[in-house]
């Protein structure tokens, strides 16, 4: 009852705002296009999409922060949001807080974590609804806890490559697909970063690196046993509809 009451009150508290996701096959302009057509298999409609658009209108779309796209009727979109702990958004949107991932990791739970995943799933997908929120959502982090000096182990579920991939399913599964449909996405997740992303930044003895620009050196053996295989299961079993490169080369080669 608490958790639907939160996301019932986040569609009240913001439903009076102007949206920030609109449907252009809605409009008498697009609706007859074929990308709008659902009979259409989706190759058919990506590429009317995608011939509708300039080539300003591609470049700029390569980042992020894509500005509006007149030629699909879209308004501007910020492709970032994250939801490890819980929805955060571009206004800091007062959503369900939970513990972080190394935290729920140490529970051996996968009830939880698939659990942990549903209610931020629903929490996006209820300010999707009320036009206060984007629908891609930068979470799980499945990259491993193996460097203490790296800032961002909390946000990580594991240092085990098979726990890590475990939580990544059951986080997903819970934040994408929702019992009440079974046809489309409750919200998009993304596990990130790939692959072997360990440095955010460092200065040792005057001496700097960072991780647009490290360049990370890692064998074939632990890249298979150790860094890919949350991937795998995420992609795999999770059925994640989107995956993060990382900034690092990996072995001399730009992930």
């Known amino acids: 009852m608490k958790f639907a009451l939160t996301t019932l009150s986040l569609i009240i508290g913001a439903a009076s705002a102007d949206p920030w996701l609109v449907n252009p096959c809605l409009t008498d302009e697009f609706a007859s296009a074929d990308f709008c057509d659902v009979s259409l298999p989706i190759d058919e409609r990506v590429k009317d999409a995608v011939g509708r658009m300039t080539l300003e209108e591609k470049i700029a779309a390569l980042g992020s922060d894509t500005p509006e796209i007149p030629s699909l009727g879209l308004n501007a979109y910020n492709w970032w949001s994250e939801a490890s702990t819980g929805v955060a958004t571009d206004d800091n949107a007062k959503t369900t807080k939970f513990a972080f991932p190394i935290t729920t990791g140490m529970s051996f739970n996968r009830t939880l974590w698939h659990a942990t995943g549903a209610q931020i799933g629903r929490e996006a997908r209820a300010l999707m609804n009320a036009g206060k929120a984007w629908s891609t959502f930068w979470a799980p982090v499945v990259n491993l806890a193996r460097e203490p000096r790296w800032g961002r182990n909390i946000e990580v ?99």
């Open 157 to 255: 579920p594991s240092e085990d490559p098979f726990q890590s991939g475990e939580y990544a399913t059951a986080y997903v599964t819970g934040f994408q697909e929702s019992p009440d449909d079974d046809r489309y996405l409750q919200a998009s997740a993304c596990c990130k970063h790939f692959i072997a992303n360990e440095m955010e930044g460092s200065t040792e003895d005057g001496h700097h690196e960072d991780r647009q620009h490290v360049d990370t050196a890692v064998t074939q053996q632990d890249l298979m046993d150790s860094y890919m295989p949350p991937f795998q299961a995420c992609v795999e079993r999770g059925r994640v509809s989107s995956l993060m490169c990382s900034y690092n080369a990996v072995n001399g080669v730009p992930s």
